[in-house]
């Protein structure tokens, strides 16, 4: 009865590869987010859907996709991948703006 | 300008002490959120505590308490009778305004708890 999860958990692969990272969640809640965490621990919003519908985008190279099917699944494609894309990758949704986002496991990528 | 500001990058507290940790915001919209994660080496990350900028009282969950003061633009949280299992870097982040924007986290403040 997992909440909000992510896979793969690990993701090892070479530069220059593309590569897809999945997101579900179960609770129902219509805002999904992802967000990068580096290697210092900073913690940096990418991008947000609500209900399918693109909301935030930040600053990311163009090589990174969102893509939403349906409210419940956010995955993010990545493609010709750097060493600068090592990182944590993390999942969340919310409902209300006034309640917390709950957060997948991570998506930890490392680049060869 | 940064959102979020924790000037502790690591802190240690005996076992079955209280500890404090700091956090500053800057906004001007009235109306925002105040949010504290922990984040234990394992990675996830886990909502603590909740603060809302209208809210009167200051925000209480078990061991956990925030220590808000609006005027001073701080967030402070409050870890009483700590744990071993306390030990975690700690976020404080922000939300501003009514509908579904970003969290602006902090860089994180790493506890330690000694036994």
């Known amino acids: 009865d997992t909440a909000v999860s992510q896979t793969p958990k690990y993701l090892v692969t070479q530069m220059g590869n593309d590569k897809s990272i999945k997101c579900e969640q179960n609770l129902g809640h219509d805002t999904m987010y992802w967000y990068k965490q580096d290697s210092k621990k900073f913690l940096k919003i990418m991008f947000s859907y609500n209900n399918k519908e693109l909301i935030i985008n930040e600053t990311v190279p163009n090589r990174f996709s969102p893509k939403s099917p349906d409210k419940a699944h956010l995955n993010l494609h990545i493609n010709s991948l750097e060493l600068g894309d090592s990182a944590v990758y993390f999942c969340?949704?919310?409902?209300?703006?006034?309640?917390?986002?709950?957060f997948g496991d991570g998506t930890r990528l490392s680049i060869l | 300008a940064q959102k979020i500001t924790q000037t502790q990058p690591g802190m240690f507290v005996q076992e079955k002490e209280a500890v404090t940790l700091d956090c500053t915001y800057d906004?001007?919209?009235?109306?925002?959120?105040l949010f504290w994660y922990k984040q234990p080496s394992s990675g996830e990350m886990i909502f603590l505590i909740y603060q809302g900028s209208y809210d009167q009282q200051n925000a209480t969950e078990g061991r956990y308490s925030l220590n808000f003061q609006k005027a001073r633009k701080s967030a402070n949280l409050v870890i009483s009778a700590s744990q071993l299992g306390d030990s975690a870097m700690y976020f404080c982040a922000m939300r501003e305004g009514p509908g579904m924007g970003r969290l602006y986290f902090g860089r994180g403040t790493q506890l330690t708890v000694w036994p």
């Open positions: 969340a949704s919310s409902q209300e703006w006034a309640q917390p986002q709950h």
């Open positions: 906004t001007s919209d009235p109306s925002y959120g």
